[in-house]
């Protein structure tokens, strides 16, 4: 089964926009607000099938993004990603294994360079979308990969807010992926603390240890 990846979701999603302005604008605004809002909460639903037709996914998991100036937190799967003003943590839940290091200014850059991507030069790659209609108050649009793994992606645009509701796509090999906003908030509320990295470590006297939830989990890098 492939690995599906919250970058790798919008990236796909990007790429499904040819034509039609109104799906371009959506893609495009989803794109910055991502980019440049101040606050944001993101929750999707991931289900991956094996074939089109199975009713029971292979994978269904919900990935959970929060924003707070330069603060992140983002779950997926087994994963787990803070970055806050001192440290960047990420939690693998499977190894239970810890990574901190102190924030790369670097690396963030090169994530945030994935939300700049010039949408019209990926383009080239997708044939001109269809419209087929309105569902549930969203535009349905379809588009088909000219050459790559993935062949043909549905997304479902809002027609009141112009942001994705909904994305499906299948792989050449049959795989089908449903991807499913559940929430995209630009004022949201987080508890006090969502950002705090003593929710992943402790740091005193030099030393560094897990926090509670994770006590027996192993620490790699730097405090």
């Known amino acids: 089964m492939k690995t599906i990846s919250f970058f790798a979701v919008l990236i796909v999603a990007a790429a499904g926009q040819t034509r039609a302005q109104d799906l371009k604008s959506a893609l495009v605004r989803m794109q910055d607000v991502y980019a440049h809002s101040e606050k944001l909460h993101i ?10 037709g199975e009713k029971t996914p292979a994978f269904h998991e919900k990935a959970d993004i929060k924003k707070q100036k330069e603060n992140y937190r983002y779950t997926f ?8 003003e001192k440290y960047q943590i990420v939690v693998d839940k499977d190894s239970r294994d810890i990574i901190i290091n102190k ?11 994935v939300f700049k991507a010039n949408l019209d030069s990926i383009l080239a790659h997708y044939n001109t979308p269809e419209v087929l209609g309105d569902s549930a108050g969203a535009t349905h649009y379809r588009v088909f990969q000219k050459h790559g793994v993935v062949d043909q992606i549905d997304l ?3 027609n009141q807010r112009s942001i994705v509701k909904k994305m499906e796509y299948r792989y050449r090999d049959g795989q089908f992926v449903s991807v499913v906003f559940e929430m995209f908030d630009t004022t949201p509320s987080f508890d006090e603390g969502v950002f705090d990295d003593k929710n992943y470590v402790l740091i005193a006297g030099g030393r560094v240890k897990p926090s ?12």
């Open 43 to 52: 929750i999707m639903e991931v289900k991956v099938f094996e074939t089109i």
């Open 212 to 223: 509670a939830r994770l006590q027996h989990y192993r620490i790699f890098g730097e405090d």
């Open 103 to 113: 924030r790369d200014q670097k690396i963030e850059s090169q994530v945030k360079d």
């Open 156 to 158: 479902y645009v809002d």
């Open 77 to 84: 799967s087994s994963s787990e990603m803070l970055l806050n």
